[in-house]
């Protein structure tokens, strides 16, 4: 008897996570439909729909338009009721977001702060955290958690950073991070929680090799839209991959690694600094913006056939450069095709979808997808 009350309601739960991830998909639904769609008897979503209303992630939202009958009542979600915060970790800066059940960024801020194993930087980061969500109006007891993406290898527990020259730092742990913040916290790969944003929420995505281009380069590997870590937390480590023997030297003290020729930084240096300044002088003409785009091509060109040729898979630009590239994404996707024995064209080559602090955004939406997941 007992096995049969936990399978029921097993069943039960799993129900009631399907609908609302049916309503979370559209913007208004009757139960009728819901009961179509997911086939199940109108009962059975009558009794999960008051479950999610007493939850409050569900809300009735008036009528809807009839189609020759008595008018239907119509349901939303409420993606107010649950938040999260992300940050975004660099050596110089920390960007952060408050998102909602929708994966909707509700304010967005980066600031100037160099990193630093002190317990002065720990605190500098629960103060953004607070500001982020004073300004965000939302309640604290929303929260769901701070996801936290640094530049490094996490452990799979993710409680540790094991190696980051990026940053510096080898030995960092989520305790440092979240010593001052009253909220569950997570530390993530930095260009895992990129990718992870990019299919979130996108069940037909797929499979994707993630190349993000910021001021350090990395990547992710995502299949069936679930990030693939690898064997020891080191998958898509793109920016470390020799693209030129015997080349540059990259901060890593290795010679010839993608980080060498695609950092952002390269880009950023022609227009004082500023990522978005260069794509402006670029399309503006500037002679010296130029010259550095058509080696940056040719090195990205390398970058992208490589990752296409090992993954077989579409290839996303993502990072600094991907929020800006889609305007020149069919010169890339030419110099790609040059190279490329099998096919004619670089149409499995696409700009990222999330371009505002898509590295936090990523992070955010870890604690999202779990609660989600938990209804």
Known sequence: MQQVTVNNLEVRKANRNRIYRYIHQKKQVSKQEIAHALRMSLPTVTQNL?????????????????????????YSCDFSVKTAVGLDITKNHIGAVVVDLKGNVLCHRRIRCA???????????????????????VSTTSVTGVGIAV??????NHQEMNYSPALGETDCKLSDFSAYLPYPCTLFNDANAAGFAETWDHSDIGNIAYLSLNFTVGGAILLDSRVYGGENRRSAEFGHMTIVPDGRRCYCGQHGCADAYLSAQRLAECADGSVAGFFDQLKQGDPACGEIWKDYVAALALMVNNLRMVFDCRVVIGGYVGSYIEEFLDEVAEAVAEKNPFERDGSYLSACNYRLEATAVGAALQYIDRFIKAI
């Open 151 to 156: 530049p490094a290898i996490v452990s799979n």
């Open 115 to 137: 990193f630093s194993k002190t317990e002065e930087y720990f605190k500098q980061i629960s103060e953004l955290v607070e500001s982020i969500l004073q300004e965000s109006r």
């Open 50 to 74: 008051k479950d999610l209303m007493d939850q409050s992630l569900v809300t009735e939202a008036g009528m809807l338009e009839s189609t020759g009958g008595r008018k239907a009542a119509a």
